[in-house]
Nanobody, 123 residues
Framework: QVQLVESGGGLVQAGGSLRLSCAAS????????MGWFRQVPGKEREFVAA????????RHLESVKGRFTISRDDAKNTVYLQMNSLKPEDTAIYYC????????????????WGQGTQVTVAS
């Protein structure tokens, strides 16, 4: 079992920045690829970003490329999502995810989910 706990969400003005964190406990953090998804009411959960087990490869949703960056710190068992130049359409609940590979995560094959953290971007 892996427990994932997100933090760092909140209310920010358009153009602002937030950094989401996801702390993992349980099984070895380094054995999982990690990712972030987001969901707004009435819509399906959407892939945002993923990072490989060794941190050497990342993948980002096209609409967030150049604005969002996923990273991981295995010494802290934590994955991050740095979000810059935020837009109102980025408003959603953001979920942390753990899976077997970053490709699997990017296709929605997730083994563990966090509880989510709300991000609201005001215009």
């Amino acid at each position: 079992q892996v427990q994932l706990v997100e933090s760092g969400g909140g209310l920010v003005q358009a153009g602002g920045s937030l950094r989401l964190s996801c702390a993992a406990s349980g099984r070895t953090f380094g054995s999982f690829a990690m990712g972030w998804f987001r969901q707004v009411p009435g819509k399906e959960r959407e892939f945002v970003a993923a990072i490989s087990k060794n941190g050497g490869t990342t993948r980002h949703l096209e609409s967030v490329k150049g604005r969002f960056t996923i990273s991981r710190d295995d010494a802290k068992n934590t994955v991050y999502l740095q979000m810059n130049s935020l837009k109102p359409e980025d408003t959603a609940i953001y979920y942390c995810a753990a899976g077997p590979s970053f490709i699997a995560i990017s296709t929605g094959k997730v083994d563990y989910w966090g509880q989510g953290t709300q991000v609201t971007v005001a215009s």
